[in-house]
């Protein structure tokens, strides 16, 4: 049998989507014998772009290095995967989408106080992009797997579709569908601000005051953080229908959400996640899904 | 008749479906801590439960969406590739269907004109042009258009393709608009009435209010003629 080519590139991201292939564990080891990875630059040099079957791209595209690098996965792979959260949504890095070019690098070269060579900006730098961009907006992507990085259970699901052994249903459930612990109504509860964890077990962080992401984040992690009394960042992305119903909104649904459950008024959630919006769209901030909304000004939230 | 799915391994209990639902459709287990659908046959399909539910626990079957452009197609594209089983609407597409709503459509369309003619008599301009200019504020748009030629664009992008509108914008002052087809010329048509009519007067001037109101600029309509072949306003417009 032949096996299936596997080229994998990694633009502006951590290498945390490759280092979560790796954490198939013996779950590889029955893959190798079904594949071959033709390239893959955390574990071998090769400086060239091989035909492949299947292009696995992490990261989004911050320089014109990465739009390049790009163009040519999409010349030699016949199908190509974004893989994780900054392939699919710019991911963290997309907070550069606030502010532009221009701002961010005479910020770092010529304001700041520590900034030497009279604001010179450095040479033989591939010259950056206007802003971060997801891979859908400059090539065709046939699949997206979210997630940061995605958790190995969906990597190995994706994986067995993609070589055709089976076609295995992927949930399209929020991180609540995971998690194990129970919201309830409650009273009196007060909106706790900053960085808190779970003071309860087995109370949705929801209903204890805390904002947690998880109903409005498709699950491509299942619920390791909230199961651990640590709020969700939405580090998966927006859900299904935030994706597919302009009106609905990370802020809007969690706020309404929220003071359902708990009595806190919904204005004071909005007005909260405003002012945070750097840390409640974090993901999802170059995504034209996010930015596009009628209901959502991040620059104008973020003072810009 | 519509089918409603609770996932209950998803479901964290939260009774905001039981909340939500206008018609009462499910009950709370007390004892399991997880919502029964109890009066399904009262579903009538508004989704506010699947909406507020924050697991995406519940599902429906056999239900139709009610507008076509509710969802984001481009979104929905990318959707239906996050995974394998994203429904996707499932909008009637049957032509007779369309036909006679539009008939329907059009009947009422005639008589509000006319009703609001004999009840206001010369404030009819004025009922269409409120009426575009609420309409410009209430519809969503993805961001506030720059120029009068961007208004301009988005207004002609929204009346298509029920309307086959052609703008002419010298840039300044002066604008000319010509529609070929229109949904209301082939009604006069088959109802046999005379273009610019009432319905006509508040068409135009709706259209005049929302490119205005979208623009943020004034439009002073100086001359509508209706003719066999199509019709032609011109317009002042005086950006702010």
């Known amino acids: 049998m032949m096996k299936t080519r596997i080229s994998t590139e990694w633009l502006s991201g951590c290498s945390g989507c490759h280092i979560a292939i790796v954490d198939l564990h013996e779950k590889l080891l029955n893959l190798i014998d079904d594949v071959e990875f033709v390239r ?265 | 008749m519509i089918k409603i799915t609770i996932d209950e391994d998803a479901c964290v209990g939260c009774e905001l479906c039981v909340d939500e639902c206008p018609t009462d459709v499910f009950e709370f287990n007390e004892e399991k801590l997880l919502p029964k659908v109890v009066r399904e046959k009262e579903c009538f399909g508004c989704l506010s439960c699947s909406e507020i539910c924050p697991a995406s626990a519940i599902t429906h079957e056999d239900i139709i969406y009610s507008e076509e452009y509710y969802h984001d197609n481009e979104n929905l594209a990318l959707a239906s590739r996050l995974a394998v089983d994203v429904p996707l609407p499932n909008t009637p597409s049957d032509d007779a269907h369309k036909k006679a709503a539009l008939d329907d459509l059009g009947i009422r369309l005639l008589s509000v004109a006319s009703i609001f003619r004999q009840t206001l008599g010369g404030s009819l301009p004025a009922v269409g042009t409120m009426a575009g200019r609420t309409l410009a504020t209430q519809l969503p748009r993805y961001r506030i258009p720059e120029s009068f030629k961007e208004a301009l664009d988005i207004a002609v992008r929204q009346f298509t393709p029920a309307w086959d509108i052609k703008p002419d914008y010298d840039g300044s002052s002066k604008l000319e608009i010509k529609v070929k087809s229109c949904f209301i010329r082939e009604l006069c048509k088959t109802e046999g009435i005379e273009l610019g009519g009432d319905l006509c007067v508040l068409f135009y001037n709706y259209m005049a209010g929302y490119i205005g109101k979208l623009a943020n600029a004034r439009l002073k309509l100086t001359e509508s003629c209706p003719g066999s072949k199509e019709c032609k306003y011109d317009i002042e417009v005086f950006v702010k």
């Open chain 1, 40 to 304: 893959i630059p955390v574990l071998m040099d090769e400086k060239e772009y091989p035909e492949a079957d299947v292009g696995i791209v992490e990261g989004a595209i911050r320089s014109e290095h990465d739009r390049k690098c790009l163009l040519r996965m999409r010349e030699t792979c016949k199908t190509l995967v974004a893989f994780g959260t900054c392939a699919v949504y710019g991911g963290p890095s997309g907070i550069g989408w606030l502010y532009g070019k221009d701002t961010i690098l005479n910020k770092i070269y010529k304001d700041t106080v520590t900034a030497t060579d009279d604001g010179k900006l450095p040479e033989g730098a591939p010259e950056l992009e206007q802003s971060v961009i997801p891979l859908n907006e400059v090539v065709d992507i046939d699949f997206y797997i979210p997630g940061c990085p995605p958790h190995p259970y969906f990597i190995a699901l994706s994986i067995k579709t993609l070589l055709g052994a089976s076609v295995p249903e992927i949930s399209i459930k929020t991180v609540c569908s995971a998690c194990k612990r129970r919201m309830e109504k409650r009273e009196g509860v007060k909106l706790q601000r900053g960085m808190s964890t779970a003071s309860e077990e087995d109370i949705c962080l929801l209903s204890q005051g805390i904002i947690c992401l998880g109903s409005v984040t498709l699950d491509r992690c299942q619920a390791q953080c909230p199961n651990k009394g640590v709020a969700c960042a939405g580090c998966a992305g927006p859900s299904i229908d935030i994706i597919t119903e302009p009106h609905l909104d990370i802020r809007t649904l969690i706020a309404k959400r929220m003071s359902l459950l708990t009595g806190i008024d919904r204005i004071e959630i909005l007005d909260y996640m405003e002012k945070e919006a750097k840390t409640f769209y974090s993901y999802a901030i170059s995504s034209p899904i996010i930015y596009k909304k009628p209901t959502v000004e991040i620059r104008e939230w973020a003072g810009n």
